[in-house]
Each structure stands twice: as structure tokens, then as C-alpha cells.
């Protein structure tokens, strides 16, 4: 043998024990990922805090018994904000992704207290836009909070660009509007992370189980989340479940964003980037996340009747008042059920001889149907009426929300 390939030799076993060494001190640091690419930076994540629960190691001064019962996780570390003096205002902006052919004429049109980042999704050439299409709006949530990590706002609204959709709440008309106009920034700043939609179904109590080894056609996400857990929650074992109310609206306070670190926000928005999942379900993934990262729960579901009261003002008394009013308004969408079949059967009877005979009995029927939910109609309207009535006044908010009233302010 050579001396030339002796040296090699040497010099490649070296660079072997060299590498393994910085290999295993990387692993004894859980620092197991290296290099990743954000933007045009190359940055090293050695931050492990990165990765640790917002505000875990701190001690849990006071928590909300009503959240407490929802949530199923043992290590619950939410810490309650403490809102603003009574009357004080609160500085809000609205993140709403678009496409080029949204309409949303209605956020300056309706909304003027609050202020807006609308970013465009597919024009790279806007003032706002992502740094990559993907994943849906949790690409431009993310972008928001990076981009304005030092500036940010008391509250955060984070909403998608229909006016009208089923994402909104039945009680709020379904209006995007109504939501912001109402949303109690003394409630945001409280919970930290408040889901805008209050009703638990779809999404509550829970949705995904991502143990589960079947596959579903409803939730392709679920076994998604089971593979991508470990990348995305390093530190955190994988939860049996994970519910809160659908559709990914939500609104948050500084603070609570404040108490996650930076990198961490990068890290997630690179993992979107880079992650070989179709956009849709990169986004579908996060659907369910987004209450776990703000609130360190694997389930967040608070009582739909604290939900109304508290975060929008519409306070019915409790939560057996409210479930009366939910039980009226079911009766109401059975009776239209009921009107609109007649309406069908009526024109499909037509030509038949019994035709005269019948018709007139449905007629009957439709009309007396249409008294009754006239009569119901009236009953929901007032009772909504009386309960924002109740809502505007503070001590109520907190009484129905169980949280200790402070004569100095807020709840
Ligand atoms: C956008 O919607 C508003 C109603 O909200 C309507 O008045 C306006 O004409 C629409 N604009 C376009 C370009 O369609
Ligand atoms: C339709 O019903 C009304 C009241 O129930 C009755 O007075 C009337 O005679 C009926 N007409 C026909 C054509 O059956």
C-alpha cells in the first residue's frame, strides 16, 4: 500500500469520526434538522425553545373552569390575558387571503374600525401576496405574523374573503360583518386565541383521531397528521384526538402570539413550502393544528353559549337558556323543511285527479305551518334582541362566562 492511500485513508476515517461526533452532539441538543431555507436566508434553528409549548414552564395562575371541562388535555397552560381598563380602545387588523377574483368590497365598505392586510394569493405582483401559493390561508396567516412579529396589533383577526358562508355563525346572520363588528376584543385579549365560529358541529368535540389507521374519505387529513406530526411538534407526543369548531376563522391577542418565538412561526411556514403534500390537504393539516399551537390544546371546544356571550356579546343567561333558543330554532328549520316539501309535493301532484282535494288539504297545512313559524320567528327575535341587550353590559359577559368580574375593567 501506498503512502498516498494510507493518508487517504486516514484522512477519510478522521472526517468519518468527526462527523459522527457533531452528529451525536447534535442529537443530545434535540436539534435533529439541520439547515432550513427561509426566503433567501439561510438559517440554522439551534433555538429549542422553538419547539416548546407558548408559556408551559410558567405557573397557571388562573383558569377558566368552563375551558378547563372542554379540554382534554393534562397539561393545560393556557394563561388568561388581562384586557384593557373598561372603554379603552383595542388596535385590530383583519388578515384575509383573496383571489384575484374575490370580491371584498365589502371590508372597507362595512368595516371601519378596523384595519385590513388583504393578501392576494395568486399575483405575485400585489402589495400583499405569499412567498409561495401553498397551503391555503394558513400560508398568509403565517406571513402576517412573521412579517409583522414587532408591530403586531392588540388583536388579530384572521378571516377567509366570503361575506356570507357557513364558516360564520347562524346567530350572526352567517355575516363576516357581523362577526368583526361584535367580536369583544376584552374577550380575545382574555382567551388568547378565541375561534370565531362558536358552533360545535362540525369540529367538536373532536374530529381527528390520528392514531387511527383507516383511512378516511371525510378527513383525509387525519393519517396526514399522524405522519406529520413528529416534524411539525417535535416535543410533543401525538394527541388521541384533536377537535375545535371548524373552519379555520379565528382571532388571537398579541400576547398570546408574542409568547411563541419567532422561528418557530418561520419554521412552520417552511414546513408549508417545502412539504411534499398537495396544497389542499397542507392546508387541511392545519385546520386542526392552529388551537393547539395558541392554545397548547389538543381540543379546544368552549361552550357554545359562552362563545356567543362572550366573544360577540349575545348573552342569553346561561346555558340551559341557551339551549332553549337552539331548540326553537331547530323547531323553525323543521317546520321550513316541512313547507318546503309541500311546496314540491304540491307541484309534482298536478294533473292527478285527486289533485283538487289534496291541494286543498296541503294548502291548509302550509298555511297553518307558515303561522307557525311566523309565530316562532318573532319568539327568536326578541329573545336575540333581549340577550345583546344583556351582552352589553360587561358584568353580564363575565357572569355568563364564569370569569371573576374586576370593578377596574374588562373581564
Ligand atoms: C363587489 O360587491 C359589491 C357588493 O358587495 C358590489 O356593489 C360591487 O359591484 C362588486 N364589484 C365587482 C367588481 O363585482
Ligand atoms: C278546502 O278546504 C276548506 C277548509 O278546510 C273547505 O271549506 C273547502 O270546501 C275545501 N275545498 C275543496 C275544493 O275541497
Not at 384575509?96 to 392576494?120: C, G, K, M
Amino acid at each position: 500500500m501506498s503512502a498516498l492511500k494510507k493518508l487517504i485513508q486516514l484522512i477519510s476515517t478522521a472526517a468519518f469520526v468527526v462527523f459522527f461526533f457533531f452528529l451525536s452532539k447534535l442529537n443530545t441538543e434535540g436539534f435533529s434538522r439541520g439547515k432550513h431555507r427561509v426566503g433567501k436566508n439561510e438559517e440554522v434553528f439551534q433555538d429549542r425553545s422553538a419547539w416548546s409549548a407558548p408559556g408551559r414552564d410558567g405557573s397557571i395562575s388562573e383558569i377558566r373552569g368552563s375551558l378547563d371541562a372542554a379540554a382534554s388535555s393534562s397539561s393545560s397552560y393556557i394563561h388568561p390575558g388581562v384586557p384593557k381598563l373598561l372603554d379603552s380602545t383595542y388596535s385590530r387588523v383583519m388578515v384575509i387571503p383573496r383571489l384575484q377574483s374575490d370580491n371584498i368590497s365589502w371590508v372597507s365598505d362595512e368595516l371601519h374600525d378596523v384595519d385590513t392586510a388583504v393578501y392576494i394569493v395568486n399575483d405575485p405582483w400585489a402589495a400583499l401576496h405569499p412567498p409561495k401559493n401553498k397551503g391555503h390561508e394558513v400560508m398568509i396567516y403565517l406571513s402576517y405574523i412573521i412579517n409583522h412579529y414587532d408591530t403586531l396589533p392588540d388583536i388579530l383577526i384572521f378571516m377567509h374573503a366570503h361575506r356570507w358562508t357557513h364558516h360564520n355563525n347562524a346567530l350572526l346572520a352567517y355575516d363576516a360583518v357581523e362577526t368583526v363588528r361584535r367580536l369583544k376584543s376584552d374577550y380575545v385579549t382574555r382567551e388568547g386565541y378565541v375561534n370565531l365560529r362558536c358552533h360545535w358541529s362540525p369540529g367538536c368535540p373532536e374530529w381527528l383521531h390520528p392514531a387511527n389507521s383507516q383511512e378516511s374519505l371525510e378527513k383525509q387529513e387525519e393519517i396526514l397528521l399522524s405522519k406529520c406530526w413528529n416534524e411539525l411538534f417535535p416535543s410533543d407526543p401525538l394527541p388521541t384526538a384533536l377537535g375545535q369548531a371548524c373552519c379555520a376563522q379565528f382571532a388571537l391577542s398579541k400576547e398570546r402570539v408574542l409568547s411563541i418565538p419567532l422561528s418557530r412561526f418561520i419554521f412552520y411556514r417552511d414546513w408549508i413550502t417545502r412539504t411534499p403534500l398537495s396544497d389542499y390537504v397542507s392546508g387541511r393539516l392545519w385546520e386542526y393544528s392552529w388551537q393547539f399551537i395558541f392554545t397548547g390544546r389538543s381540543i379546544y371546544c368552549p361552550a357554545e353559549h359562552i362563545c356567543y356571550c362572550g366573544g360577540f356579546g349575545l348573552c342569553f343567561g346561561g346555558a340551559s337558556e341557551f339551549e332553549a333558543f337552539e331548540e326553537l330554532r331547530r323547531k323553525k328549520q323543521n317546520l321550513q323543511l316541512e313547507t318546503n316539501e309541500l311546496l314540491e309535493g304540491r307541484s309534482s301532484e298536478r294533473g292527478t285527479d285527486l289533485e283538487s282535494h289534496r291541494s286543498n288539504a296541503s294548502a291548509v297545512r302550509y298555511a297553518y305551518l307558515n303561522s307557525q313559524i311566523e309565530i316562532l320567528e318573532q319568539d327568536l327575535a326578541l329573545r336575540k334582541e333581549d340577550a345583546f341587550k344583556r351582552g352589553l353590559n360587561p358584568r353580564n359577559r363575565a357572569k355568563e362566562c364564569g370569569t371573576r368580574w374586576k370593578e377596574t375593567g374588562g373581564l
